[in-house]
């Protein structure tokens, strides 16, 4: 199993503004996956992206994924309050069964 | 409908205690795990489990057993809890075995234990 480092640790910016949040992993992967925690809650999935992919759009979010740096990034346009939360990334590698998590991003959008 | 649902939601003990946290997913998923998330909201991975196979974090405390009566459930035993065990417990669940092949995992909502 691998372990995602994302960064920045906390990040905070206005409604409307663009958010980045960045992952990197140390070994080859089979797909990276990116989760949001709002506050006292579980885990959400939010997207997945393949090994073979650059870049992944769903709605506000896009991913990108550079292999060769051994790193993604999650994109959130324009910006909501809702989307304070914390954001979380789990790369997988081939045979691995244990996914794990790293300490997250903690996001604060202020209206 | 509840996809997984965790109870207690909150659980509050003494040192010394040994207690439980049932898990319960109603998605026909093959595989459920438990997560460990700190105060510096680490996530960390306890155990994984399907019907053929028991994957252990080898950093777990023997103290902590996961138990599965069925390929719905499972229970988070815990025995002789100690202070550094208060944090929050995450059941989870993937239909295949595991994220390799792109699975998605569904989190349960937590259970906040506090040992005192």
């Known amino acids: 199993s691998q372990q995602g480092e994302e960064d920045p640790q906390a990040l905070s910016i206005q409604e409307g503004e663009n958010a980045t949040m960045n992952c990197s992993y140390k070994?080859?992967?089979?797909?990276l996956q990116w989760y949001r925690q709002n506050s006292g809650r579980g885990l959400v999935h939010l997207i997945l992206?393949?090994?073979?992919?650059r870049e992944k759009h769903s709605g506000r979010l896009r991913v990108t994924l550079d292999t060769s740096k051994k790193s993604s990034s999650l994109l959130i346009t324009a910006s909501r309050a809702a989307d304070t939360a914390s954001y979380f990334c789990?790369?997988?590698?081939?045979?691995?069964?244990?996914?794990?998590f790293g300490r997250g991003t903690s996001l604060i959008v202020h209206p | 409908d509840t996809a997984v649902s965790q109870t207690p939601k909150y659980l509050v003990t003494q040192m010394g205690n040994d207690k439980s946290i049932k898990c319960e997913q109603n998605l026909g998923h093959d595989t459920m795990y438990w997560y460990k998330q700190d105060s510096k909201k680490f996530l960390k991975i306890m155990f994984s489990?399907?019907?053929?196979?028991?994957?252990i974090n080898e950093t777990v405390p023997n103290r902590f057993s996961p138990k599965s009566p069925d390929k719905a459930h499972l229970n988070l035993h815990i025995n002789s809890l100690e202070l550094g065990d208060s944090a929050v417990y995450f059941c989870a669940s993937t239909r295949g075995n595991g994220p390799t092949t792109g699975d998605t995992q569904y989190f349960g909502p937590g259970t906040r234990l506090t040992v005192l």
């Open positions: 070994t080859s992967i089979n797909n």
């Open positions: 992206i393949r090994s073979n992919e």
């Open positions: 789990a790369p997988s590698s081939g045979g691995s069964y244990i996914p794990t």
């Open positions: 489990y399907n019907n053929k196979e028991l994957i």
